[in-house]
Nanobody, 125 residues
Framework: QVRLVESGGASVQPGGSLRLSCAPSGSTRSIYSIAWFRQAPGKEREGVATIYPGGGSFVADSVKGRFTISQDKAKNTYLQMNSLKPEDTAMYLC????????????????????WGQGTQVTVSS
């Protein structure tokens, strides 16, 4: 079993920056990839960024050039968010894949079998 705990969410003004953290615990050696998703009220869950073994990553077009995903050796995974916009407002969730299903589709939520509780990001003036 894997437990994921997110942190770093906050309320910021447009143009601001935040760094989200995802700390895995438990059977972390079983983790293949870790992704960030977000979900705004009334909207579908959206994949934001995924990182694979070796550091390869995918970033959604909607945040490309503004968001960066990174990971340390303990698999703590970070989402650096710059130039934040009001439309980035959402609950941000960390997800881990231990089955390698995410190789086929990085942003398909069904390919991730562990999820954190989320951290809220609000971008507003």
């Amino acid at each position: 079993q894997v437990r994921l705990v997110e942190s770093g969410g906050a309320s910021v003004q447009p143009g601001g920056s935040l760094r989200l953290s995802c700390a895995p615990s438990g059977s972390t050696r079983s983790i293949y990839s870790i992704a960030w998703f977000r979900q705004a009220p009334g909207k579908e869950r959206e994949g934001v960024a995924t990182i694979y073994p070796g550091g390869g990553s995918f970033v959604a077009d909607s945040v490309k050039g503004r968001f960066t995903i990174s990971q340390d050796k303990a698999k703590n995974t970070y989402l650096q968010m710059n130039s934040l916009k009001p439309e980035d407002t959402a609950m941000y969730l960390c997800a881990a894949d231990s089955t390698r299903a995410s190789m086929m589709a990085a942003f398909s939520a069904q390919n991730y079998n562990y999820w954190g509780q989320g951290t809220q990001v609000t971008v507003s003036s």
